[in-house]
C-alpha cells in the first residue's frame, strides 16, 4: 500500500462565527490556492471582494446552511482581508467552492468563477468569543 500524498494545510486566518461556523482566510496567493482549491469541500462558500486584491475567504459548511448574517460576517471578514480593508460599504463575491476554478496556466491565487452572487459589507472581523 502507498501513503497518500497529502498537499501541506494552507496558512490562514481562522474565524469562529456563531452557530459554529469556522472562516478561513488564505495569508499569501499560494495559501489562497491551497485554501480555494484543495482545502474548499464543494458545499462551502467562497469569498473574495470584488475588483482587487485579498484573501480568498472559506466558510466551512458541514449540515446546516448558513443564515444571511453568517454569510454577511464571512464577506466582512474577505473585505477587512483585502486591500479594500479602509473602505467604507465594499462589495464581496461568493459563490459555492464547486463554482471556483484556476485557469491553466494562471499565476498563483488567480481563479475564475461562476454563479456567484455580490453582497456589501463593511470591512469587520467577528468579536472574540467571551
Known amino acids: 500500500m502507498?501513503?497518500?500524498?497529502?498537499?501541506?494545510?494552507?496558512?490562514?486566518?481562522?474565524?469562529?462565527?456563531?452557530?459554529?461556523?469556522?472562516?478561513h482566510a488564505g495569508k499569501t496567493d499560494a495559501d489562497n490556492d491551497r485554501l480555494s482549491l484543495?482545502?474548499?469541500?464543494?458545499?462551502?462558500?467562497?469569498?473574495?471582494?470584488?475588483?482587487m486584491p485579498g484573501s480568498h475567504v472559506v466558510l466551512r459548511v458541514e449540515e446546516t446552511e448558513p443564515d444571511r448574517e453568517t454569510i454577511r460576517a464571512?464577506?466582512?471578514?474577505?473585505?477587512?482581508?483585502?486591500?479594500a480593508r479602509g473602505g467604507g460599504s465594499v462589495a464581496v463575491t461568493w459563490t459555492l467552492a464547486r463554482n471556483v476554478r484556476k485557469p491553466k496556466g494562471a499565476r498563483a491565487g488567480t481563479v475564475t468563477i461562476s454563479k456567484e452572487?455580490?453582497?456589501?459589507?463593511?470591512?469587520?472581523?467577528?468579536?472574540?468569543?467571551?
Open 38 to 51: 484543495r482545502f474548499a469541500r464543494a458545499n462551502d462558500l467562497w469569498f473574495h471582494v470584488r475588483g
Open 2 to 23: 502507498s501513503k497518500q500524498h497529502r498537499p501541506p494545510e494552507p496558512k490562514a486566518w481562522v474565524y469562529s462565527l456563531p452557530g459554529g461556523f469556522t472562516v
Open 74 to 83: 464571512a464577506a466582512a471578514i474577505a473585505a477587512y482581508h483585502s486591500k
Open 117 to 130: 452572487s455580490v453582497i456589501k459589507v463593511r470591512p469587520a472581523l467577528p468579536d472574540p468569543p467571551d
